[in-house]
C-alpha cells in the first residue's frame, strides 16, 4: 500500500484527489493548518477515511514534522493562496505560501529523505508533486501553450508560481528528487470556491432561478480560459508521479471559452437569457488581465495517456445543477 501525504487538503483539488487515492487503496493523509480549521469539520465528513495532520506552509518545521510523522511514498503539493485578486491585496503572503512556500516543501523533503544517488538510484524515496498554473503564462507568447512557452505571469500569484515552479525544477536537477510540476489549466467542479468566477456564475443562476437574487454582478466577460473538469486534473497529477523519471506537464481540454459563453450557457440551462440579469461593475476588474489561456497537452496526452472526460456544456450543467440542488436543501432547511 502507497502512502500519500496532501497539501491543501480543504480546498478543491485536496478533496478529489484524496477520494481519487483512496480508490485506489492509497493510505492518504491531509496536512491541515490553523487551530480551528473552519473547513476541518466539512473534510473529515467527506473524507472520513484521511487521517489530518497539522502543519503549514509557512512553518519549516512543521513540514518536517509531518513528513517523519507521515513517511510518504508521494507528497503532492495544493496548497497556496490561489484565488489571483487576493493576490494583489496580500502580495508578500501570497509569495510567502504560493512561492517560498514550495521551497520549503522541498527543502523538507531533501532533509528528511536525503539527495543525491547511490548505485546509480536515486536515495530520495519520496515523489512529489507541484501544483503549478497556466497562470504562469500570463500575456502570452504563443497559443496555444505547451510545457516551452515562455512565462509572462501578471499578479503576484502568477508570479509566485514561476518561482514554485523553477524551484522545482531546480531541486529536481540539483539533488536528484523526484519532482514534478504539473502546468494545470482553469479546472472547475461543485466544490469550485464560490470566489472564482465559473461557480459565482453557477451560484448566481441557481439563486436568480429559485427567485433569491436578482442580479449577477461580474467583471471582465471577455477573459477566455480552457476549463476542465477537477475530478480529471487530480488522474493526471497521479499520473505525473507514476513514470520512470519526473517531468513537467501541461494540462488542459484544448478548447476555450469567454466568460460570457460560460454564464450563457448557465443561464440557457434553467431557461433564462444571460443579458437580463448579468451586469458588469470595474469592480471586479483586475489591474493586469489574463485574457486568453488555451491548452497544448500534447505531451500529458501522450505520455501519461490522460485525456478529459468531461465537456465545457457538461461542465457547466453539473455546476448548475449541484447549486441548484444545494439552494433547494438550504430553502427546505429555512436557511435563505
Ligand atoms: P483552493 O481550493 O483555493 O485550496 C487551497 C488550499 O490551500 C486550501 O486547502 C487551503 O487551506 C490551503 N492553504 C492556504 N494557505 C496555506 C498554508 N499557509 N499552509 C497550508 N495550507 C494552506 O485551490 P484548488 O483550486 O484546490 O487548487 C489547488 C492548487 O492548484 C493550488 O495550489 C492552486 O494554486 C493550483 N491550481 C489550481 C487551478 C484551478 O483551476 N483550480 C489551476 C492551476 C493551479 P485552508 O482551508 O486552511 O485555507
Ligand atoms: N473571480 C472572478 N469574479 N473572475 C471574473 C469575474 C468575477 O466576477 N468576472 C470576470 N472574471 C474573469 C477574471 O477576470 C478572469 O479573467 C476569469 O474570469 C477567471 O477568473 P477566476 O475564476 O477567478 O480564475 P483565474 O483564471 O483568475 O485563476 C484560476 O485559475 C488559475 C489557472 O489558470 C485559479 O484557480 C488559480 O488558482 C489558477 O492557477
New binding site residues.
Given amino acids: 500500500m502507497k502512502t500519500a501525504l496532501i497539501?491543501?487538503?480543504?480546498?478543491?483539488?485536496?478533496?478529489y484527489l484524496a477520494e481519487y487515492l483512496l480508490q485506489l487503496g492509497y493510505k492518504v493523509y491531509g496536512?491541515?493548518?490553523?487551530q480551528n480549521?473552519?473547513?476541518r469539520e466539512w473534510v473529515e465528513r467527506l473524507l472520513p477515511d484521511v487521517e489530518l495532520v497539522h502543519?503549514?506552509?509557512?512553518?519549516q518545521a512543521s513540514l518536517i514534522a509531518a513528513l517523519e510523522y507521515t513517511k510518504p511514498d508521494e507528497v503532492y503539493?495544493?496548497?497556496?493562496?490561489?484565488?489571483v485578486p487576493l493576490s494583489w491585496n496580500q502580495a508578500e503572503l501570497t509569495g510567502?505560501?504560493?512561492g517560498l512556500?514550495v521551497l520549503r516543501m522541498l527543502e523538507a523533503i531533501r532533509i528528511v529523505g536525503g539527495s543525491g544517488r547511490r548505485n546509480g538510484q536515486r536515495v530520495n524515496p519520496i515523489r512529489f508533486y507541484q501544483?503549478?498554473?497556466?497562470?504562469m503564462f500570463g500575456k502570452v507568447r504563443e497559443t496555444p501553450q505547451n510545457e516551452r512557452t515562455p512565462f509572462h505571469p501578471r499578479s503576484p500569484?502568477g508570479v509566485a508560481?514561476v518561482y514554485g515552479h523553477y524551484i522545482t525544477v531546480n531541486y529536481r536537477e540539483s539533488y536528484d528528487i523526484y519532482a514534478c510540476s504539473?502546468?494545470?489549466?482553469?479546472?472547475?467542479s461543485p466544490?469550485?470556491?464560490p470566489e472564482?468566477v465559473t461557480r459565482k456564475i453557477s451560484m448566481g443562476v441557481a439563486r436568480i432561478k429559485l427567485g433569491k437574487q436578482r442580479e449577477l454582478v461580474l467583471g471582465n466577460l471577455d477573459a477566455r480560459r480552457d476549463w476542465g473538469f477537477?475530478g480529471d486534473?487530480v488522474k493526471a497529477m497521479h499520473l505525473m508521479l507514476q513514470q520512470p523519471e519526473p517531468d513537467d506537464y501541461v494540462v488542459g481540454t484544448g478548447e476555450s471559452h469567454s466568460v460570457r459563453e460560460f454564464a450563457e450557457l448557465a443561464f440557457a440551462y434553467v431557461g433564462l437569457d444571460w443579458r437580463d440579469y448579468v451586469r458588469t461593475d470595474p469592480r471586479f476588474m483586475r489591474p493586469a488581465e489574463v485574457d486568453h489561456l488555451l491548452a497544448d497537452a500534447t505531451k500529458a496526452r501522450t505520455v501519461l495517456g490522460w485525456r478529459p472526460t468531461v465537456s465545457f456544456r457538461e461542465l457547466v450543467e453539473m455546476m448548475v445543477e449541484a447549486d441548484l440542488r444545494l439552494e433547494r436543501e438550504k430553502a427546505a432547511r429555512g436557511l435563505g
Avoid at 503539493?77 to 484565488?83: E, K, P, R, T
Avoid at 501544483?131 to 497562470?135: L, R
Fill in positions: 497539501t491543501g487538503i480543504t480546498g478543491q483539488d485536496g478533496t496536512l491541515i493548518r490553523g480549521n473552519p473547513k502543519g503549514d506552509l509557512l512553518d503539493n495544493l496548497a497556496a493562496v490561489s484565488f510567502e505560501v504560493t512556500g501544483a503549478s498554473s497556466s497562470e500569484y508560481k504539473g502546468i494545470l489549466f482553469n479546472h472547475e466544490r469550485r470556491g472564482f477537477a486534473y
